[in-house]
């Protein structure tokens, strides 16, 4: 995916690589977040936490407070993490993830980087791909329930872009295409 390089050298001339730091990587549905993310943790030899991992029944839009909690505090004091997956499909918790301290951890999923989570980012990075590509993405992916996506979740998305304008917060805007 084009923009790697780019992030990677951001992440350098910060000197996230090798320590406790925070990377977001927010987008809409479908726009290559966690390909890109996955991508990255492998780069920069970090770790990946999605928000969908931290999204039980009843929590809208993902758990934050359980973030800063079980992962972020943790970490920031220098001591490893851990935290129980939650998915929003299911009532039970499921696995337990360790994160380790000491390395970047990426933060993923829509609404990662949102006004509403106060975790202190040293990179957030937005990922940008137009409707016709997320649709084409989302119906490859999730074929049964491609409904969902049109008429749910695509405009709670898009009113919160158009509100919240997360892209212009970005330290850097990586445009995703097929």
Not at 20 to 31: E, F, K, N, Q
Request: aromatic fraction near 8%; include cysteine.
């Amino acid at each position: 995916m084009s923009g790697l390089a780019e992030v990677i050298a951001l992440v350098e001339a910060r000197g996230l690589r090798g320590r406790t730091s925070l990377i977001g990587v927010d987008g809409l549905g479908a726009s290559g977040k966690s390909t890109f993310a996955g991508e990255l943790a492998d780069a920069i030899c970090g770790v990946v936490v999605h928000v969908d991992d931290l999204s039980a029944p009843g929590s809208k839009p993902w758990e934050i407070d359980r973030f800063l909690r079980d992962i972020w505090t943790p970490l920031s004091q220098g001591q490893p993490a851990r935290y129980q997956l939650h998915h929003w499909t299911s009532a039970e918790p499921g696995e337990w993830v360790e994160v380790p301290a000491g390395v970047p951890v990426i933060l993923e999923g829509v609404r990662a980087t949102a006004k509403a989570n106060p975790a202190p980012f040293d990179l957030k990075i937005w990922l940008d791909a137009d409707q016709p590509t997320r649709l084409a993405r989302a119906e490859a992916r999730d074929p049964g329930r491609f409904g969902c996506w049109t008429t749910n979740w695509m405009p709670i998305e898009d009113a919160w872009l158009a509100n919240e304008r997360p892209d212009l917060a970005a330290d850097y805007v990586l445009r995703t295409a097929d």
